[in-house]
């Protein structure tokens, strides 16, 4: 079956502004997809939402929204819902790096909200419509930060965590219904993310990935696993720290990091 057959002819993507989810939105317009795109910047969006449209003929329809906004995802779902969604993208997340002690506490609270409430509430809101049509995808943007507790980036590590264990339960609830979950654990990957993070660059050093390479990876990999991390180096340095007592990997983790945030 054709992409666009079992995943179409509509994606929502999330965080389309920039970095990942501005890559996932092109790929999927290579594979003719339709596309509802939303991030807060609206000038952004329609940069892109023009270029896809000139480019690869497709309809791009842009929705600017603070997602964490009092009842954005319903507002999110009402603008959606005249259009036939089969996929959802829930990428949009941002991160933050230092002592967990000097983390802003608003900036902590909108963390978790985007990070965590906004992607389970969209699985909540819009799979109900993917098991009526008895097909569809839904993937959420975890990270290889989900996979180990992160000392210096401690509550966006659990952020992801929440989100790659979501994923990869719902994979197993939907398996049989037609639709596929999938959660995408990128490693250090270029976008705005690390500027925004207060993480100094380039992070990691030869295993920075192109936000290109992860979303076609992703895609690629939907409906074939219900978790995917991006890369050999990253695949390899989280099957070694499944082996060490957790304490010892998060001690690792903790060293590495220690030295990439902005005093
Ligand atoms: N880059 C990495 O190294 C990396 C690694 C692992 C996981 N990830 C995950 O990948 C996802 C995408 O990150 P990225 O690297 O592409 O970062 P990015 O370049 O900073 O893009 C983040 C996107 O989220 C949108 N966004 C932020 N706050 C929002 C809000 N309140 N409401 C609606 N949209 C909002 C931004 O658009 P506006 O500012 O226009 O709203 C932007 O489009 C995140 O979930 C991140 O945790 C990234």
Not at 187 to 209: D, M, Y
Request: charged share 20%.
């Amino acid at each position: 079956m054709e992409f666009s057959e079992k995943y179409g002819p509509w994606a929502l993507v999330t965080g389309a502004s920039a970095g990942l989810g501005a890559a996932f939105a092109e790929s999927l317009a290579k594979r003719g997809m339709h596309l509802l795109l939303t991030a807060r910047r609206e000038n952004r969006l329609d940069d892109i939402t023009n270029r896809l449209t000139s480019q690869y003929g497709i309809d791009v329809v842009s929705i600017p929204l603070d997602l964490c906004a009092p009842a954005a995802v319903e507002a999110l779902a009402n603008k959606a819902a005249k259009y036939e969604i089969g996929l959802v993208i829930a990428n949009a997340g941002f991160g933050w790096a230092g002592p967990f002690l000097q983390q802003d506490p608003e900036r902590l609270k909108e963390m978790v909200k985007l990070n965590c409430e906004v992607p389970a509430l969209m699985a909540r809101t819009f799979l109900p419509e993917l098991e009526n049509q008895g097909r569809g995808g839904f993937m959420i943007i975890a990270s290889t930060a989900g996979h180990v507790a992160t000392p210096w980036m401690a509550a966006y590590g659990a952020t992801k965590a929440f989100d790659l264990h979501l994923g990869e339960a719902l994979a197993i609830e939907l398996k049989g219904k037609g639709i596929d979950v999938l959660a995408v654990c990128p490693g250090s990957t270029k976008s705005e993310f690390h500027e925004l993070a207060n993480i100094k660059a380039p992070v990691f050093r030869g295993i920075h990935a192109t936000a290109e390479s992860l979303a076609e990876g992703a895609i690629n990999s939907l409906g074939r696993k219900p978790s995917w991390i991006h890369g050999f180096a990253n695949r390899f340095s989280l099957l070694i720290t499944k082996y060490l007592p957790r304490k010892l990997a998060t001690w690792i983790t903790g060293k590495a990091l220690s030295k990439h945030y902005r005093s």
